[in-house]
């Protein structure tokens, strides 16, 4: 028996019977844009894969298993949960996954591990080196704890 491989108006179609029903609505359109994706033969984006997985997560699948999959998110909830569990091990784990797809926080976080000697050593360059691409990022904390470096180090 031949598979029937959805198209990109199959899933508009199937997300248009079900305008009624806002879960299955999103997955097919959600679905109808990979759709679009791989007919172009480019490779679903980063933000399309990201929908993915938060509908997944909606849908209650654990937060191990978006992880694994590449969910940055869960990434970084499951590297908060072990740093306050103090396991440190698993919280470098998964802040430096998160941080390597480009979650702020999670290079914070990273930093912070280095310049207190959790789990890594106490090691200050690349303490700064990840507060660094924190701030650059975004983060908020990252780019305070930059400027109290800067005037520390004039003073």
Do not use: P
């Not at 109808?32 to 997560?57: G, T, W």
């Not at 959790?118 to 990252?142: D, F, T």
């Amino acid at each position: 028996m031949k598979k029937k491989i959805l198209t990109a108006e199959d899933c508009n179609k199937l997300a248009e019977e079900n305008e009624n029903n806002e879960r299955e609505n999103k997955f097919w359109k959600i679905l109808a844009k990979m759709a679009v994706s791989r007919k172009d033969k480019q490779m679903i984006d980063e933000q399309e894969k990201q929908e993915m997985l938060n509908y997944l997560a909606d849908e209650g699948e654990s937060e191990t298993a978006l992880a694994l999959k590449g969910n940055v998110t869960s990434q970084f909830t499951l590297g908060e949960q072990y740093y306050q569990q103090e396991n440190f091990k698993e919280a470098f784990k998964w802040f430096w996954l998160a941080a390597q797809n480009g979650h702020a926080e999670a290079a914070d976080y990273l930093s912070v591990m280095y310049a207190n000697g959790e789990y890594v050593g106490v090691n200050y360059a690349l303490s700064l080196q990840w507060c660094k691409i924190a701030s650059n990022r975004g983060s908020a904390e990252a780019k305070e704890a930059l400027v109290k470096i800067k005037n520390f180090r004039l003073n």
